[in-house]
């Protein structure tokens, strides 16, 4: 694909969703961190569900860690995974108390290392607590990315490494939430919805569907 088709691509994308939002609820960084990491495979729909009984009672590193695993996973049972996350959250809130003054770090680096944040996880955070041009490339940026064959690779890291270097600056800060949104309600996993995609004719995808 070239550079020029790149920019349409990223051009329709922002004229179609001007200020695109994650679909997870928070209202401070501590919240965002600890929805990401128990979205983790899960939906945003069901952590939304859970976060809603649990950041009223524990939005603070030192509220949740008082709840311990055993309180915390009374909010979070219905995830997925929830006895690891609950397990990692807890870990998490005490490195943040002890050694960043219960703040998240801006630092790349210092988030992978907290227990259940990894590389995507840390991404999001940069970029959206922060606003650095990260992109955290989940299921749906990864077949977006290779489908449309915007930024074709054969792991996500690979994918992420190539939509650094070709989408265009002025763009990057919001990519990721194009991409995943685009890939959330458009081009699905079974059946993209060709037929009512803003991109379809810029897309490079073989077997494109009338559906809409």
Known sequence: ???????????????????????????????????????AQATDVSV???????FPVAN??????????????QYIRTIGLFNTKAKNVIKTCAILIDDYHSQVPEDQKAL?????????????????????????VDTHIFRVSNRTRL?????????EKRLLKVVPAEFRLHAHHWLILHGRYTCLAR?????????EDLCEYRDKTEVD
């Open 1 to 39: 694909m070239n550079p020029v088709k790149r920019r349409e691509i990223f051009a329709r994308l922002r004229e179609h969703i001007p200020d695109p939002k994650s679909d997870l609820e928070y209202h401070s960084h501590f919240e965002l961190l600890i929805a990401v990491i128990l979205s």
């Open 112 to 136: 992978e290392a907290l227990p259940g944040v990894g590389r995507k996880t840390a991404n999001v955070v940069m970029n959206v607590a922060f606003g650095h041009p990260t992109i955290a």
């Open 60 to 73: 603070t590193p030192e509220a949740m860690l008082a709840l311990g695993e055993e309180g915390l996973k």
């Open 48 to 54: 939304n569900l859970a976060t809603r009984k649990l």
């Open 151 to 159: 930024a074709q690779g054969k792991t996500p890291l690979a994918v």
């Open 191 to 199: 059946k993209p919805r060709c037929g009512s995609c803003v991109i």
